[in-house]
C-alpha cells in the first residue's frame, strides 16, 4: 500500500513539474533606452499593435496573452509602490469601460537586483461576455522614467507572470 501512495506521489510531483510553464524555449526583446532594458518571452510569441503611446513593444504569447512594456514620464507627486493603482489602473478602466480592482501590490527585486512593484488588477473584459481578467504590473522608476511590464491573462497566470517579471536592466 506504501509503495502504491508513493508511487502515486512521485508521479503526480513528475507531473507537475513537467505541466509547469517554463520559458525554456525563448526569445528576448531589448529596448536600447534610456534606460536600456530587456524582456524575456516565449518562442512563437507574434507582434500587436501598441495601444498607447508608451509602450515600445507588444505581443501575443502562443497563450494568446497580451504583453507589453511601456517607457513614460514618472506620474508627478506618486510613489512607485502607489504607481499601479494611482496612475496604471485609470487608464485600464478608461481604455476598457470597466471598473478594476487591486488584488495584490508588493515590492519585488528583479534578477539584476533592481526594486520593483508587483501589481495585480481584476476587471471584466465586456467585449468578451465579462471575460474576467487579472492585469500584471511590474513598475520600476529608473533614469527619470516609469518603466513598467503588464500582462493580461484570462487564464494560465504563470507565463505572462514570468514574462513581465524578466524585466533586467542593462
Do not use: R
Not at 51 to 59: G, K, L, N, R
Not at 69 to 92: C, F, N, Q, S, T
Amino acid at each position: 500500500m506504501k509503495t502504491a501512495i508513493s508511487l502515486c506521489a512521485v508521479l503526480a510531483l513528475t507531473l507537475g513539474i513537467a505541466l509547469v510553464p517554463t520559458l525554456t524555449s525563448a526569445a528576448e526583446f531589448s529596448f536600447a533606452g534610456p534606460p536600456a532594458f530587456t524582456v524575456t518571452y516565449p518562442d512563437g510569441s507574434t507582434p500587436t499593435d501598441k495601444d498607447s503611446p508608451e509602450q515600445v513593444w507588444a505581443i501575443k504569447t502562443p497563450a494568446g496573452v497580451t504583453i507589453q512594456a511601456a517607457v513614460a514620464p514618472i506620474p508627478e507627486g506618486v510613489d512607485l509602490k502607489d504607481v499601479a493603482e494611482k496612475a496604471y489602473k485609470p487608464g485600464l478602466e478608461k481604455s476598457q469601460g470597466t471598473e478594476a480592482k487591486m488584488s495584490e501590490n508588493k515590492e519585488i527585486t528583479l534578477s539584476d537586483g533592481t526594486k520593483a512593484y508587483y501589481s495585480e488588477m481584476d476587471w471584466k473584459h465586456a467585449p468578451s461576455g465579462g471575460t474576467l481578467i487579472s492585469t500584471m504590473v511590474v513598475s520600476v522608476y529608473k533614469d527619470g522614467k516609469w518603466v513598467y511590464t503588464t500582462g493580461h491573462p484570462w487564464e494560465n497566470y504563470n507565463e505572462p507572470m514570468k514574462i513581465v517579471k524578466s524585466l533586467k536592466f542593462k
